[in-house]
């Protein structure tokens, strides 16, 4: 008799930790799942946010998107360069070449 009772009582015990383990871990796998989804949304809402209340003269990173043509003129090389600019200036917009090369470094910057 005591061993069918201690062998109840085993399968009683595991069961119930079982249980109890299916529990949390379903537990916690919903809310992680729940809590990736609120943490993708705030950081949207943020993002919205932060370009809709951009400020160009506060934040240098927070310019006006520029057309195709207007980034090549400004960013560009060679012949597409020359050509966007010259398609800006037909169009009547003005041209910001960016800014002149500048200084030179020299000396073993320069190899």
Known sequence: Q???SL????VSRRSAVSGLATIFLSTVATSSTANALD???????ELA??????DPKRDAKCAPKMSEDEALCKYGQGKAKVEACRRLRNAGQTVDM???GGKSLGGAYAM
Not at 7 to 10: G, K, R
Not at 49 to 54: I, R, S
């Open 39 to 45: 943490m993708d949304a705030f950081m949207n809402a």
């Open 49 to 54: 946010n932060d370009t809709k209340n951009c």
């Open 98 to 100: 960016g800014q002149p």
């Open 7 to 10: 062998s109840a009582e085993n």
């Open 2 to 4: 005591s061993s069918t």
